[in-house]
């Protein structure tokens, strides 16, 4: 890959992974509800889970898709009813102080491994790991040079999804009051809704 593609994919992946979607979303919302230590599995099972989703895309997983159009159809409305379940969620979360035992422990971050799993079904990850390949790296390109692209998107990645979460984490104290919490999550859940839209009609 040459130098000047190098820097023009991470700026694709610095954009991709810095602006709102899905993961931004949420990784936002669980920094309010439940601070940056509580989410740091979250936004870990993002990152390595969109690792490998871009490492095998690069490795022919696109191709899939061009035999079986279907599929990535399939995948796209399973992530969009997905999202659907989770913006509920988000809207209908509480602060932590006011609920049961037995509340608080069902109302929790996302684990690790969900939020890894999640990355195949999440519509933004795919139309990212897609675009990076289709545009910046060569169809031809070998193993080392997939697995280079991968490493580098994880690793823009990473601090990009973090500052949304560091975010939720310092306004938390501005939404003490319950009121307060529920206009922020269930706007949370509707930009979350709205998120679906221009990535369901152009995907």
Same mark, same amino acid.
């Given at each position: ?60 997983? %696109? +191709? @899939? &898709? $061009? ?7 399939? #995948?796209?409305?399973?992530?969009? *009813? ?23 422990h069902t ?42 692209? %991968? +490493? @580098? &998107? $994880? ?7 973090? #500052?949304?979460v560091?975010?939720? *984490? ?19 859940a ?14």
């Amino acid at each position: 890959m040459a130098f000047d593609t190098l820097m023009a994919f991470a700026l694709f992946a610095l954009v991709s992974s810095i602006t709102p979607g899905p993961n931004n979303l949420m990784l936002l919302a669980s920094g309010v509800n439940f601070g940056f230590r509580a989410t740091l599995p979250h936004m870990m099972g993002i990152n390595m889970g969109f690792m490998i989703l871009v490492l095998a895309v690069g490795v022919g997983l %696109a +191709g @899939l &898709f $061009a035999v079986f159009p279907w599929l990535y159809v399939v #995948l796209k409305w399973v992530g969009a *009813a997905y999202l659907l379940y989770l913006a509920w969620n988000i809207a209908n979360a509480g602060p932590l102080e006011n609920k049961t035992q037995e509340e608080a422990h069902t109302a929790s971050p996302m684990s690790f491994l969900g939020a890894a799993a999640f990355q195949w079904i999440n519509p933004k990850a795919w139309i990212m790991a897609l675009g990076a390949f289709s545009t910046y790296v060569p169809a031809a390109s070998g193993f080392w040079i997939v697995a280079l692209a %991968a +490493g @580098l &998107f $994880a690793l823009i990645n990473l601090p990009s999804i973090s #500052l949304w979460v560091l975010f939720g *984490a310092k306004v938390r104290h501005l939404l003490k009051v319950e009121r307060n919490l529920r206009i922020f999550n269930y706007g949370m859940a509707l930009l979350l809704v709205l998120s679906l839209y221009p990535m369901l009609v152009t995907a």
